[in-house]
């Protein structure tokens, strides 16, 4: 029963933007405090194992392109019939060798393409590893 004739009465409200300013704080405080790095905690044995030390080393294979393209594949060389015929050639000069690593030695006025091309027989000779050689200028 209401006796009060006339006065309304006000619904009590709960402000939420003190309780915003809290959990900022604890946030900020979590985040300041949390180390991510958990890598550094692990502790790791490797295993050992015995054996001799490889004896041969992979030999890189040389491949030259001059401005005019002619290709040399390790200082012998060869006339530019198609990609497979330089993945032949790549191929012969690896011998038993699984991957080894191809040097790319180009002319600096060498086309784009020929460059290209190496790559292409590379791959097609399933060796992934390439790499370019460059001059240093002189100051």
Do not use: C, W
């Not at 290709?71 to 060798?97: C, H, P, R, W």
């Amino acid at each position: 029963m209401n006796f009060q004739r006339g006065h309304n009465r006000e619904e009590p409200e709960i402000n939420l933007i003190p309780m915003i300013d809290v959990l900022l704080v604890i946030l900020i405080f979590l985040m300041v405090t949390t180390s991510y790095a958990k890598f550094s905690e692990l502790q790791i044995n490797l295993p050992q194992a015995g054996g001799d030390a490889s004896v041969t080393q992979a030999q890189p294979i040389n491949v030259g392109v001059d401005a005019s393209e002619h290709y040399a594949v390790n200082d012998k060389g060869m006339t530019f019939t198609g990609i497979e015929a330089l993945s032949m050639s790549l191929k012969e000069a690896a011998g038993e060798q699984t991957d080894p690593t191809i040097v790319i030695n180009a002319d600096a006025k060498a086309s784009h393409q020929s460059v290209i091309n190496i790559m292409e027989a590379a791959r097609l000779a399933g060796f992934g590893r390439i790499t370019f050689t460059t001059q240093n200028q002189g100051k």
